[in-house]
Structure formats: C-alpha cells, structure tokens
C-alpha cells in the first residue's frame, strides 16, 4: 500500500475533489476512506494541489476532511485463467461470489478478486531456461474448458525487446498467484510471471506481429446480416435504433449464434433482466459447435442502469482488454457492447460534473476520439507465432428521440464497418429483426454472391419505390408490373429478411442454407411473371410467401424440406411467363 | 450534540448554503425559520461551503435561520402500521393520523445484485385484452404507460392495480392533482383495497424538492416487503413531474443542461428509481407501474425517450384506447409462449394486419379505389378497434384469443394472414372459413 494520503475538499455526486501533497499520476487509482470502507475511485482531472476523481460507488456519507488512499497504479483488469464463464461487474468483481458474500445487494466498498486464489490448473511450459521471450510470447499453457489458455510473458515487455527465461516451473497444478518463471531484461532487471497478470483497461494489448485486414466473414445464422450487411471477423459494426426495436434481442441472438470462439457480453448501462436472462439460461444451452454449455464461450462484464455511472465508462474497458487477451491466444473473439450511448452519457455526466465547456447535446467534446479508440481495438491479427486472432466488437447505440442525427450515433458510424440501422417502423409492423434494409451498410464481405445480393437489393429499391409513388397515385394508377415488383419486394422482406427468433429451426439460418435458399429466392424474383389482375398477384404472392414460411421452419435436408421446395417451383412455374 | 448553525450565506431556488465542517455528503438537517421547521439534505460540499435542498422551498428562510445537522441520511419508517396510511412526499402523515417512527430505513439504497435476480416468469393477468394479448404484463415488470394529459390514465392505472394479483399496492403520487388523489384514495377504499395500500401522495400544491422523495421512498418501502416474500405492486404517477423537479433542482446547481434543460443524468436517474423492480431469487417481488405524460405527445421528449430505454415495453394511451404498437420486450416474448402456444402468432399477425389497416386508411383518405383487400382490411381493422381495443372489454386472456382468431377468420382466408399451417389447422374456426369460402 502506497503511503501517499490526501484530504477529501469537495463532494459533487460521484465527483471527489481531493488535496494531496506527493506526486499523484494521472488515471491512478486511489481509495476514499469511509469508516472501515474504501471506495475505489479514479483521478481523472489534476489542478494545482487538487485531484479531482471519479468514485466507483455511491459517494454518501464522505465528508470534508476524509482520508484518501492513492495506489499510484493505473485501473487494471486481471487476465488469466478462469475468466470464462464468469460475470463480473464493471471493476471485474465476480458477482456470484459477491452475492454469497454480501446477499441480495451489492454492498459499496467490497471488491473481490477476479480470478480465483484457490483453485488450481495444470500448467504446461513450452519453453525452456534460456530461451528469449517478447511480449505475447507464450510461456506454457493451462486448460481452461475447451481451450488451451496460453500463459503468457509480461505484456509490458518494450517493443522490440527480449528477456531471457532464467527459470521456467515445470508440469504441474499451480493457484494462479504461482510464479511459474522468472524472466531477466537486458539491463539485468528481473521480473516474475505468474498464471496471470494485471494490465491497465485503457491501454491496447499490442502484443502481436502485425494487424491484418479484416476479410473472413463472421456468421451470426441471422438472415438479414449475414446475406445483405454482413460482419468481418476482426471488423466492427454497431446497431443504432430506438427503443423498443429489438436491438437487445438481436445481441442475444448474435450472442447465442455467431460462430466464434469467445463472446464477452458488456452489458453497459442497461437492464439487469436483460443479463439476468443470459445468466440463467446459457448454462443449459448447448454450443452446437462443441456440444458443450454455452457458458463456457461467454464472458459477461455488467454494469446495469442501476449501478454506479463512473464503473459503467470502466466496464466496455474491462470488456475490451479481456477480449484482447484471448485474441493473444489466436482465438476468435465477439465483444457485444450494449449499449455504447450509456457509456457515453456516464462521459457526459462526468464531464459536467468537471465543468468542461460541453460539445454537442452537453456531450464532451473528447467524445469522438474516446469513441473511435475504443473501436480501433478491434482487429484481425498475426501474433508472434505466425497464428491469427481477432477480436470483433459489435456495439448498440440508442440514440436520443431515434435520431440517427445526435452524435454519438455520428461518432460511431464514422468508425465501424457495417451498419444495422434499425427502424421503428418496422419493429411496429412486427418486421423482425428490424434493420432497415434500405438505409443500413457494410463495407464486409458476406456469404452469398454478391451480383445475387445486388439483384435482391435492387428489387427491394424498386419495390419501395413502387410502394412511394403508390402513396400518390394510388393502386389503380399503378401499372401491374410495378405492382408485381413491390410483391416481390414484400416477399423478400416477409420470407427471407425476416426471421422468427423464437422458432427452433427459423431461429437460426446456417450459412449454406442462406447460400441455397437466397440463390432459389433471387431466381424466383428474376422470374418474369404474368398475372390477369393485380388482386390475382396479391393473391399469388401470399400464398408463395405462406409456403416459404412454412419452408423456413423445417430443417434443410429432409424430405418435408425437398416437398415445400418441389411445391414453390411448381407454383411459380404456373405463373412464370417465358418469352 | 447535534451542530448547528446560524449563518446562511446564499439562499437561491431551493437550495441554501452555509459554512460548516464535519458533514457527511447527503446528511439531513433541520432548517428553522419563522415559517416553521423543513428538513433539508446536503446535495454539495465545497471548500468549506455546504449546499443544502430544503424540501419545503426557501421562502420564508432568514439568512439567520438555524440550520441543524441530523448526522444521517434520508430514512423512512417501515412496520405493518404503514398499511392503509396516506403520507406527503416527506413521510410526514397526509391523512391525519399519527405520525410513525419505528424502524427508520435509508431510502436509495444500493441496487440489486445481478447474480440474486430471476427470469421473470408470472404474467399478471389484468383482463385487459390489449395488455393480456398484445402486451402481457409480467411480474417483475417495470412498465411505464405513455399518454397525454387528458386521457383516462388514472382510471387505467387504478383499474389494473384493483384487478392484478398482488399482496401490496404502493402508491406514490407526484404533482399530482388534488382531485386525483382522492380518486385514487377512494377507489383504494371502495373496493376495499386501501388496507393492502400504503399512498405517499406528493400533490401539485406541495415543495417541489418533496416530489423528488416520492419514487425513492416508495421503493425503499416496497423493497422491505418484498424481502418479506410479499408480491409488491408499486404505482408511480406521473414520472414526467419527477424528471421535471429533477431539472428545476439541476438548473437551480447551475448544472450544464444536456437535452430540453433536462440534467446530463436523467437516463441514470429515472434507471435507478425503475431498476428496483425485481424477482428476488429466494423472496417476493416489486412490480412498477408508471405513468409518463408525454409534453405535446412527443416520444422523442427526453423524459418518455429515456424511460423508453430504461423499461421493458410500454403501454401508448391515446384517445383512450391502449396503441398496439407499443413495444415489445424479450420479457414478453418469453411469457407469452407459456401461456398458449397460438398466443404469440395471434399477437404478430393481428398487429402486423392492423398496421395494413392504418395504411389502408390513408390510402383511403386520399380517395383511392379499394380493392378486395383493402375493404378486407378495413372490415378487419373495424372490428379489432370495437372488439379488442375498447378498453371496456374485460375478459381473460384465452376467451380474447379465441376472439382474435374469430376476427381473422371473419375477415381474411388462412393464406391471405400467413400464418403457419400447423396453427391455421388447429385453431381456425372451420365454419366460419368454410361460410367465407363458399
């Protein structure tokens, strides 16, 4: 414990104004004394003889005069194994273990360690005395579920540096607080490596070889994403949209389906039933990539409304530095941001509180910088064993009104890589999932062709457009071939863009079903088709659209599948007019 | 004992300042003045400086008012003694009875561990058609229903307390008109709910600052039930006056307004007072029923957008029927599919048929023709407004499915609602379908 003590003077909400005399560090963590209590908090702006901090707890009770305990060390996470399957708080406090401790409510002031201190795991190295390590090197391995969990050097080697293995603990079961070596630098300082290390939440892991571009499509089994507005493994994307339109459903279905090796879930600022959900149900779900509980991929960090504002700003860095970690061990990983907006209102709020001149909507003007870094830790990546990693983060944003036009929907669609705008007026049509397929984006490559893709959107263009002028001129002043493009278009939109998530089968689309289904579906609108009065096509087309509903619900492959199928080429056949 | 103080440096709005040490951040005090005597808390230390919130408002104050520090935080009483009681925001008693002091309890207290709640899995049944099918509400639950000043949403809120499962109604009024609360109190009393009731009335006529208590202390009561395994149903009317005293109170700070005047932390604000809402893992519950005006039947307002982010669907009030379009939480998703398996296609279909009938209506009012389906969906929407919306229609929820299938049927063939031919083959009625056909 540091013996640097300074003097509460001033209490503002969550905001600390504290006197010190030794030198303090900017970010440092420091601890305000209340009675037996101690507050974490975070200094975040320094005048004169007074650091202003952010306090991580309800602050009441602190008086003038109160004693503050300064670390000197910035606000760390603790990486290494047993993270998965764990909820943590925004601070990495594990919130089981805190419930056994303290009951039904989260106490202020009690802080737990992330990792377990007990429990053991068998530890292999694979190097040996002497070898010369870099940061994000390995130095053994343990099990952690399915997965080999690397152990690694100190990330906080220099870059370009070498330190030499001068022990390495054999094979064996070792609590996480074991040194399992000892490392010398090149000015013959020497170092220890334990089963985990700490590393600061805001600084980015670069621990690896090169970044790459991101080009592998990331499956979410999600219709409407993975054919029309895909995501890159590595890439980012975020999905703005009023309240009430899905946004949180479509994370737990990504969450749920996405084929990737790791999903960290930051719950951040959001309702605690939402997490409560995930909590209580993946246990029992299976992964049908590995036949194991679901839990066992899943991270959540969770910091609901409900809890403190300033550890809802630390938690998306918690969530991010974990999520780095475990791309260091080349795997694939997806950090669900929900939602990024009440992250940056915590900004707001603390920027207020300081006084700062306010940008936009009161939000701070360092909004845009803080918002892009975060998203540029997102990445494919070589790591130093020729192996790749990455991490992808897909973020929610829930902009003021539904208008896209506030900044932090701004900010964050000047970074990220696809957009999955959703729509109110879809979700009150009960168009699920809700993303607007005219107005979202994606700069990713996708798991269809893209001259079908172009042919799909092209009609859903012109059926739009049809319906527009419709609006004006009315069905009857509407030519029948128009009109057979809008029904196209609302079939499309109806069979193929959206989704039953609470369907077993419906729920989730493999990719080669969405390659063979959308390539039947493209073909059906490219048909050219005759009908003898637009009741007539009205008629067609809801009847074709109940058949490839009732085909979206069997599984590919059956018999039941080949009969549907057999029975909408036979339907389309009798209405196709051949030149 | 107790410090006090007779200097008050600065009296602005409703908040005073005066020098002193040794003060706790959010400690009570006593304010005296000529006026009487107003409990006031601590909202600021500066260098020295305390600035204190008086809940009775600051008229009146002398700047040589004594000022008299308590040494802890906002409490209220909590014993079975509550019940059937009406009290002002301040927890002082409204109904003339005595005051109650036993068993003081802090109000705001810390949020609810994630790990010790439970997926929410009751519905309560209201026998409202439009919440039973369209809009189930759930245990647990925190639901806000959005509406104008002028529409009937008292009398929906009184209805649907009176008519829920629940051990305990708590309800906690603000700014509200003194009219209301004597209809609240005397439906409460005329159905013979009082007893079960326990009313923290903040009316219009009342200190602003008192309006602020009103959300935190009905919760901290509801909470102590609830961890006495009762099942708590907690009213809050109108929460638009909370978000505004909360503004009057940050302008007053000369805090940096965000959106409309409206401090940078409403969204956390309003969160806190609605996330008690909970399923305790091993005890009762707290449901919150909220009314949200809407200034100007604006959603994009900033009280109704944030309290749309922060609760699980909402109820829209308008011309005195509950919207269908109201959205819909995963919560409700869940619930709805233990309760009948046709429950959730009836709710989509009918809602996306309905939305058909609205564009069917504007078609019409700019004079197009209609075609066959247009004259279907205007039958449809007609009989859907008189049948299931009106919001006299009290009946449980499976008799208001079977209605829901009557009324596609009457209107529509199976094909034309896409709905999956496994349901269509169970529950459409055959004679009707039959009749149509021929």
């Known amino acids: 414990m540091s013996d640097n003590i300074g003097k509460i003077v001033g209490v503002n909400g969550n905001l600390l104004t504290v006197e010190f005399e030794k030198p303090v560090v900017q970010n440092e963590v420091a601890y305000a004394r209340l009675g037996d209590l101690r507050l974490k908090s975070e200094v975040i702006r320094v005048r004169g003889h007074y650091a202003e901090m952010q306090v991580f707890e309800d602050t009441t009770g602190l008086k003038e005069g109160d004693r503050v305990e300064f670390t000197g060390e910035l606000l760390s996470a603790e990486l290494g194994p047993g993270l998965l399957a764990q909820v943590f708080d925004g601070l990495q406090n594990p919130l089981p273990k805190l419930a056994e401790e303290c009951g039904f409510f989260l106490k202020r002031g009690h802080y737990l360690d992330a990792l377990p201190r007990d429990r053991r795991w068998a530890f292999t190295p694979t190097v040996e005395t002497g070898a010369s390590v870099t940061a994000g090197d390995a130095l053994g391995w343990v099990p952690e579920g399915i997965f080999r969990h690397r152990i690694f050097a100190p990330f906080s080697i220099p870059r370009g540096e070498r330190w030499t293995v001068e022990e390495i603990a054999p094979a064996g079961e070792y609590a996480v607080e074991h040194v399992v070596a000892r490392l010398r630098d090149p000015r013959g300082g020497r170092h220890e490596a334990r089963l985990f290390q700490r590393w600061p939440v805001k600084i980015p892991i670069r621990a690896f070889a090169e970044r790459l571009r991101p080009t592998e499509p990331l499956t979410t089994k999600i219709r409407i994403i993975d054919t029309l507005f895909p995501v890159a493994r590595g890439g980012t994307y975020c999905i703005p949209g009023p309240f009430g339109a899905g946004k949180t459903v479509l994370q737990q279905l990504t969450s749920r389906y996405a084929d990737v090796d790791i999903v960290i879930v930051a719950a951040c600022g959001e309702r605690a039933g939402e997490v409560v959900e995930t909590l209580r149900e993946f246990p029992e779900l299976v992964d049908p990539r590995t036949g194991r509980s679901l839990m066992e991929r899943t991270l959540i960090i969770c910091n609901t409304s409900s809890m403190p504002v300033a550890a809802r700003e630390a938690s998306v860095y918690t969530a991010v530095t974990i999520a780095e970690y475990y791309r260091q061990m080349g795997l694939n990983v997806l950090l669900l941001a929900d939602s990024t907006s009440r992250w940056a209102q915590a900004l707001r709020e603390m920027s207020g509180r300081l006084e700062e001149i306010p940008g936009e909507e009161a939000f701070p003007a360092y909004l845009e910088s803080v918002i892009a870094a975060f998203y540029e830790r997102a990445g494919v990546v070589r790591l130093n064993d020729g192996s790749t990693g990455s991490v992808t983060i897909g973020g929610t944003v829930s902009p003021a009104g539904g208008n896209f036009e506030e900044p932090v929907t701004q900010s964050t669609l000047k970074v990220v890589g696809a957009f999955h705008g959703l729509s109110r007026e879809r979700s009150d049509q009960r168009r699920y999932p809700a993303i607007h397929p005219l107005e979202s984006w994606s700069k990713y490559e996708g798991v269809v062709l893209v001259d079908q893709v172009a042919a799909a959107r092209d009609v859903l263009f012109r059926g739009n457009d049809v319906n527009q002028m419709m609006k004006v001129v009315g069905e009857e002043g509407t030519s029948i071939d128009d009109f057979v493009v809008y029904l196209k278009a609302e079939f499309l939109d109806a069979v193929y863009l959206q989704q039953d998530a609470y369907h077993p089968v419906d729920a989730a689309t493999s990719p080669e079903r969405q390659r063979y289904v959308f390539e039947r579906l493209v073909r059906i609108l490219k048909t050219p088709m005759r009908f003898e009065s637009k009741d007539a096509a009205r008629r067609f087309f809801q009847r074709l659209t109940q058949t490839v509903k009732d085909w979206n619900r069997v599984e590919m492959g059956g018999a039941e599948f080949a009969e549907i199928e057999r029975r909408v080429e036979a339907m389309v056949a009798e209405v196709a007019e051949y030149a | ?438």
Not at chain 2, 128 to 136: H, K, L, W
Request: charged share 20%.
């Open chain 2, 1 to 438: 004992m107790h410090r006090v103080y007779h200097r008050i440096e600065r009296i602005a709005g409703n908040v005073i300042t005066v020098q002193a040490t040794g003060v706790a951040y959010r400690e009570l005090a006593q304010v005296t003045s000529a006026r009487g005597v107003s409990l006031a808390q601590v909202i600021r230390l500066e260098g020295g400086r305390v600035d204190l919130q008086v809940f009775a408002g600051s008229r009146g104050i002398a700047t040589d008012s004594q000022v008299r520090f308590l040494g802890h935080t906002m409490q209220v009483p909590f014993s079975q003694s509550l019940l059937g009681r009406v009290f002002t925001g301040g927890g002082q008693p409204r109904d003339g009875g005595p005051p109650i002091h036993e068993n003081p309890i802090g109000i705001g207290g810390p949020s609810v561990n994630p790990a010790k709640r439970i997926i929410p899995r009751n519905m309560v049944r209201t026998g409202i058609p439009m919440i039973d099918v369209f809009n189930t509400l759930v245990e647990s639950q925190k639901l806000p229903i959005f509406s104008v000043a002028g529409e009937p949403y008292n009398p929906l809120l009184a209805r649907i307390a009176l008519q829920a499962e629940v051990d305990l109604i708590i309800l906690g009024g603000m700014g509200l008109k003194h009219d209301d609360y004597l209809f609240f109190r005397d439906t409460l009393e005329r159905e013979g709910a009082l007893s079960r009731s326990i009313l923290f009335i903040h009316t219009a006529a009342d200190p602003i600052v008192e309006c602020l208590l009103v959300p935190d202390i009905c919760l901290a009561v509801a909470e102590q039930f609830a961890l006495k395994n009762q099942r708590v149903l907690v009213l809050l009317t109108d929460m638009t006056n909370f978000a505004d005293a909360l503004k009057e109170i940050a302008i007053t700070m000369e805090q940096i307004p965000s959106n409309r005047g409206y401090p940078g932390d409403l969204y956390s604000q309003l969160a806190a007072r609605y996330e008690k809402a909970v399923d305790f893992d091993t005890a009762g519950s707290i449901t919150i029923l909220a009314v949200t005006t809407m200034p100007g039947d604006d959603v994009t307002h900033p009280v109704p957008d944030n309290t749309g982010y922060i609760t699980e669907g909402q109820f829209y009030l308008r011309n005195g029927r509950i919207e269908p379009f109201g959205s819909l939480s995963r919560l409700k998703q869940l619930v709805n599919s233990r309760t009948r398996e046709d429950h959730r296609t009836i709710m989509n279909t009918m809602i996306q048929l309905y939305a058909g009938y609205k564009e069917t209506l504007e078609k019409q009012a700019m004079g197009f023709r209609m075609s066959d389906w247009d004259r279907k969906l205007l039958k449809y929407g007609r009989l859907f407004e008189d049948r299931m919306m009106d919001l006299r229609v009290n009946i449980p929820l499976e008799q208001a499915l079977d209605l829901g299938w009557r009324i596609l049927a009457e209107c529509f063939e199976p094909a034309e609602t896409a709905i999956p031919t496994r349901l269509i083959e169970k529950f459409w009625p055959g004679n009707i379908a039959a009749a149509t056909a021929a």
